[in-house]
């Protein structure tokens, strides 16, 4: 069965500082799609990013990266210089092929960035 | 374009009440789903339709049905709402094995 774990229930930090998001997959499908969401305090889901698992090259598009590595089954999301904006809450979430297009979703991080 | 829309925004029902939320999306996906999101908890599948017509249960379904009668529309049916419902409603549309884009959520009180 398929399984999203998010350790960390809640970050803080100070505006600058770089900070880490773990996720960790459980999955029986070779073929699957990983899936970072944004939850500002507006309450809207925002997608952020979707990465197939053959697809193991890390990726950059501005302040965020994500590294994916399959031997450790992880998806972990780093933003870098972090603003007030930043704060939200961060999903991450797993679709198997075989499972249809469905989303098991982690229970979230929540990322407080102080000024 | 709207993207997907949530209507209501806010309700507030008592236990034994009956609606219906209304979910539309002019993205012509072909899926559509349903979550609610509880403290804690993330967002949790209630139900799902992979095209006009059909319809098929996710992780938590009990209390609900649905109906895909356009391709555009998924309507998310309570038919006797208890306080365990009490949650933040999350509509979703998506091409197949692509990223789901969600509406912005109705939040249903129930007393």
């Known amino acids: 069965a398929q399984k999203v774990t998010q350790a960390q229930t809640e970050i803080s930090v100070v505006e600058k500082e770089d900070v880490t998001l773990d996720c960790v997959y459980e999955?029986?499908?070779?073929?699957?799609?990983l899936f970072w969401y944004k939850q500002p305090p507006s309450g809207e889901l925002v997608f952020l990013i979707r990465?197939?698992?053959?697809?193991?090259q890390n990726e950059i598009s501005g302040r965020y990266s994500w590294n994916f590595q399959k031997s450790t089954s992880s998806f972990n999301f780093t933003i870098t210089a972090s603003q007030v904006v930043d704060s939200a809450v961060y999903f991450c979430?797993?679709?198997?092929?075989?499972?249809?297009?469905?989303?098991?979703f982690g229970a979230g991080t929540i990322l407080r960035v102080k000024s | 374009n709207a993207g997907v829309t949530q209507t209501p925004k806010f309700r507030v029902l008592k236990t034994g009440q009956s609606m219906t939320l209304l979910c539309a999306q002019d993205m012509n996906h072909e899926y559509m789903y349903w979550y609610r999101q509880d403290p804690g908890m993330g967002l949790r599948l209630i139900h799902y339709s992979v095209g006009e017509g059909t319809t098929a249960k996710g992780e938590v379904p009990d209390g609900y049905n649905v109906s895909r009668l356009k391709k555009q529309n998924f309507l998310l049916g309570l038919e006797s709402a208890a306080p365990s419902q009490t949650s933040v409603y999350f509509c979703?549309?998506?091409?197949?094995?692509?990223?789901?884009?969600f509406g912005p959520g109705t939040r249903l009180t129930v007393t």
């Open positions: 979703a549309s998506s091409y197949v094995r692509r990223e789901q884009y």
């Open positions: 999955t029986r499908d070779t073929t699957y799609y």
């Open positions: 990465r197939n698992s053959f697809d193991e």
């Open positions: 979430a797993l679709s198997e092929s075989s499972y249809g297009n469905k989303l098991v």
